[in-house]
């Protein structure tokens, strides 16, 4: 099989030996795989796959069908239309997954928007919802919000009957979020403005501070999930303690398997329905073809963008 | 009635007109009333009392009997003995609580150990369980364990089958918080050498950052109780991502009355019967009568008490 393939810092279309399904694994003919900031992390040499993923090949998601199954599968069968999370490995044609992680894709959905899919809806759900305990009626800042997780996260809160502000940098941008579910879309610089909320989703980093505190509720919680802009901040405990608020971090991709497929049982339940019907999608910027990876992700590098950038297989 | 008041910035015990207990009140002829952390804040002019509360006599905290009762009372009789943590003062020889805020004071319990209760060990119950989740087998960091939180939090999560490190200062104490139920007590300096922790209950405040992070669990949760040796850090957005770690700010005393109320019910269901059967214990490091109120104010200022100072009334 082909795969994008990370050598001394850089991105090629390698050829590797086929994999083949271990125990309780499908082996998936991919079909679109999305591009994600940890995998640029990972080029950068800051962000290793997790023991037993392929180390060289990145991508954390793919769409596609099941081309074999492993021993012990129970629930999957050759043919079937699959999406998941994985460790690594995904922007590759042929790519090896637990099939407890692995997720129906709705007969509604495209392969792009499928391959865009897992990631960033899971980051989102986990963090609004697993997390942050986000319910309807509830008043919800999205930082970031034209990227891959923002777009995901403006529409899950919304679906879920919150109120969401959205921030975004890009102005021609802002109809487009505002499309998604967002009741206001304003500039990063703008925040100021807006608030009290009862839960910020942190997808930027430092430079939201100490600004994401002025505008917590009493009580509120704040997700860190991207710090792009910046890791570090001068926070006040006294400040933490006054709002009683809760800060939460978190990354999905070291999770042990357990955690991992509770996450695609809750997305099953929680999100599926609602892609399915058709009232959540996923943007998709771009899309390129596995040949042209090195062009997909200097794309991605460039920001700016609404929504995702997926490869074609 | 008669009651320690804040005048200048300074202490006096003065003459108040006698309060009369409204619609859902217990008028309490206190008996004993705990010192906290708070008092010497609101002395220094930078903790207000909450609305509905006297602004100018301290004290959290109170046990004694029910002297008279409001309309609408119907759970409570003079000359029940109960004790509360109130939004302030409770230093004083009468002070009105709503009859949602009493727990009964077991017989089994002296008024000084009752009169010290209620503000130590709700907060430190609070952050324990119903912010941090802690749960039998976990491993839990008490920073801060000689004083009155510290030795509630000790007990509290040793009495649940959590596994105790504290940190304490003064070696003098370092025998007597084992004997609460600490496996492990060292010096603050020598936490480096402790974890990985579950849930770190931070009472001293920023000294002990960053090295929290260092010995925090993967999922961990840092509770936020005090901060007197300072109240900012430098905190690293990716580390608390690696780590998946939560932290968690709060306050008691501005919370409203239903949140307040269910916190008494969750003392009254998960601690009151070990207190009652002496499993549980209220570390009193000094008491001085009402009249001598600047005293007790300048020990519990000095430091480096086991547990709990508290004025007799």
């Known amino acids: 099989m082909r795969a994008a393939t990370i050598q001394d810092g850089k991105l090629a279309v390698v050829e590797h030996p086929d994999p083949s399904p271990g125990h309780g694994h499908l082996l998936v003919r991919v079909r679109a795989a999305g591009l994600n900031g940890a995998d640029l ?39 079937d239309r699959v999406m998941a999370l994985v460790g690594g490995g995904a922007q590759a044609e042929l790519a090896l997954v637990h099939e407890r992680l692995v997720s129906p894709v709705p007969e509604t959905v495209t392969w792009p928007a499928a391959g865009g899919f897992p990631e960033v809806f899971t980051t989102a759900h986990d963090a609004l919802f697993s997390q942050c305990g986000l319910r309807a009626g509830e008043r919800v800042l999205v930082h970031g919000a034209a990227g891959g997780v923002g777009t995901a996260a403006v529409q899950l809160a919304a679906n879920a009957g919150a109120l969401v502000t959205a921030t975004v940098r890009n102005p021609e941008h802002h109809r487009a979020v505002a499309d998604l579910g967002a009741e206001r879309v304003v500039l990063p610089e703008e925040m100021g403005d807006t608030g009290p909320f009862d839960v910020i989703l942190e997808l930027v980093g430092a430079p939201n501070f100490p600004a994401n505190f002025d505008v917590l509720a009493q009580g509120g919680r704040i997700s860190i999930i991207g710090t792009g802009a910046g890791g570090r901040i001068d926070l006040d405990l006294r400040q933490l303690m006054a709002r009683r608020a809760r800060l939460f971090g978190s990354t999905l991709r070291s999770r042990p398997l357990e955690e991992k497929a509770t996450a695609a049982r809750r997305i099953e339940t929680h999100v599926l329905p609602a892609l399915a019907a058709g009232r959540i999608r996923v943007p998709v910027a771009a899309t390129y073809p596995l040949d042209q990876v090195e062009e997909a992700y200097e794309r991605f590098r460039a920001g700016g963008k609404l929504g995702k950038i997926v490869l074609e297989v």
Chains 1, 2 share one sequence.
Do not use: C, F, M
């Open 41 to 79: 992390h990972q080029l950068r040499g800051g962000y290793p796959a997790p023991p037993g993923s392929p180390q060289d090949i990145p991508g954390l998601e793919l769409a596609g069908e099941v081309a074999a199954i492993g021993p012990g599968v129970l629930g999957h069968q050759p043919g």
